[in-house]
């Protein structure tokens, strides 16, 4: 009877004996021993070990492990956070079986990063914007990450400035520099345990005035809407001054906040645009840039001279076969609104007198003028602070006009009614004294086609239908055209 007892006993202490050695110590794999610069929130990673169902990990500071932080696990790998930065830690771990524990596993060690790194702007440049983009390295685990700047290197002056950025950025810009001056920059990182030490530090330049572009220095026959460019310089507001003497004596100063300003083209530029200058004048300008510290030096100065009279465009000067109905057209910007003179005299001793009422740049000529005329015309802008003086005068010629000369169809032979149309339908009534063919051509005094098609005539009294009920009420032109020779008439849509 002993020895069955001895003997199961010794089964039992054997059965034991094998299962605790399928329990092994596990082998750690990340982060490796001895690694420098890791985050202060990391991924603890090591080895399955066969027949383990859970595992126990200890992280600790104290190289004894006295007073460790303990986690239980099912998996391989943990998370831990809220580390103190620049510390050297130490970690193991232990596999636990249904019955048994493996012993620990080998001891690693890490040491986490003790501060930021900025890695923009880069280093000792020159003319960085005052509000300045920033950026710098990311660290796991950081909640906030605080930057400072200062113009002096112990960071106390009344200069000093800091701001705050949360721990998933690493990018931004700063808060208002001052102008013109030699700062000292750098960022540290808090968690919820620790604050890292101040990173490297870079120096920078910031912009003390403002680059113009637009107009060119000594730009002449500028529109009194003058566009005035810049390149941006990280300002919050900009002022521009404008005088009529170099001295400035009799400038005037236009705050320019964001909501007047806009980029144009590129990032860098910002234009505003000064409206109703005179016209025919001598002007000066400077831009500077304002922002909580102050303002930057007076960009360089440039001048332009505002134009005197209109480009003036169509018809060509001395143009011949112009229609009687001409359209006039001419150049420039910043009036509101024009004056136009016609006459058959070279000097305009009794012209025609046309307005418009705003700022469109041509003129549609509705009483048809005579054929085989010469007339001359000139046009003068007008704002509400002053007038151009007259262009030089151009001068054309007209075609034969409302006269058709082929004997088959002429003025005198071709009617339309009812002018004005109460329903939108018009008839032409043509008499022709052989069979041909017409071209009917209908415009809007935009010189908008609304109807061309061709008609055929027989020998006699033909009448033709327009349907123009689709069109709206108006002045329009209609032009019958025989053989390269047109009559053109006025009809009013009333409907």
């Keep these: 009877m002993r020895k069955k007892l001895l003997t199961l006993a010794l089964t039992i202490l054997s059965a034991v004996a094998f299962s605790a050695t399928n329990i092994y110590a596990p082998t750690l794999v990340s982060p490796a021993n001895n690694a420098g610069g890791a985050a202060v929130s990391l991924l603890l990673d090591w080895n399955a070990v066969p027949g383990a169902i859970s595992y126990k990990v200890e992280y600790t500071s104290d190289t004894s492990f006295t007073n460790a932080s303990v986690i239980l696990c099912a998996v391989t790998a943990t998370t831990i956070n809220d580390l103190f930065f620049g510390t050297v830690y130490s970690w193991r771990v232990k596999a636990y079986g249904v019955s048994d524990s493996s012993a620990w596993s080998a001891t690693f060690k890490f040491t986490t990063t003790d501060k930021v790194t900025m890695v923009k702007p880069v280093d000792s440049t020159h003319n960085r914007f005052t509000t300045l983009p920033i950026q710098w390295t990311s660290i796991a685990g950081v909640s906030t990450y605080e ?5 002096v290197n112990t960071f106390d002056s009344p200069l000093h400035m800091t701001q705050s950025f949360v721990g998933t950025e690493i990018k931004g810009n700063t808060n208002a520099l001052k102008f013109g001056r030699f700062y000292f920059m750098r960022m540290r990182a808090k968690d919820a345990a620790d604050t890292s030490g101040w990173g490297n530090i870079l120096h920078v330049w910031t912009i003390d005035t403002v680059y113009l572009k637009k107009p060119a220095n000594d730009t002449v026959n500028t529109f009194s809407n003058v566009a005035i460019q810049w390149k941006y310089n990280g300002a919050k507001d900009y002022q521009v001054s404008i005088a009529t003497d170099s001295a400035f004596a009799s400038e005037v100063i236009y705050n320019v906040d964001s909501t007047h300003i806009y980029f144009n083209g590129t990032i860098d530029t910002l234009v505003t645009t000064k409206e109703d200058l005179a016209f025919n004048t001598q002007y000066y300008f400077r831009v500077r840039g304002t922002n909580v510290w102050g303002t930057s030096v007076w960009s360089a100065v440039r001048k332009f001279k505002t134009l005197d009279c209109v480009t003036m465009l169509l018809p060509a000067n001395l143009a011949t076969g112009v229609s009687t109905l001409p359209e006039l057209k001419w150049s420039v910007a910043g009036a509101d609104n024009f004056e136009i003179q016609l006459d058959t005299s070279m000097v305009y001793s009794n012209p025609q007198i046309f307005h418009t009422t705003d700022t469109t740049v041509h003129y549609i000529i509705t009483t048809e003028l005579l054929p085989h005329t010469t007339y001359y015309w000139r046009v003068r802008a007008i704002h509400t602070t002053d007038t151009t003086s007259w262009c030089a005068g151009r001068s054309f010629e007209t075609n034969g006009g409302a006269g058709i000369s ?23 009534q043509v008499n022709s004294n052989l069979e041909q063919e017409i071209t ?51 009809i009013v849509l009333d409907k």
């Design 406 to 428: 082929h004997n088959s169809v002429s003025l005198n032979n071709i009617s339309i009614y009812p002018n004005p149309s109460k329903s939108g339908m018009v008839y032409i």
């Design 147 to 151: 930057y400072e700047a200062d113009t």
């Design 440 to 490: 009917v051509i209908v415009s809007n005094l935009f010189g908008q086609d609304i109807y061309n098609e061709k008609h055929s005539l027989g020998n006699g009294q033909n009448n033709i239908k327009l349907d123009l009920s689709n069109s709206g009420n108006g002045i329009y032109l209609v032009k019958v055209i025989n053989a390269g020779n047109a009559i053109t008439r006025k």
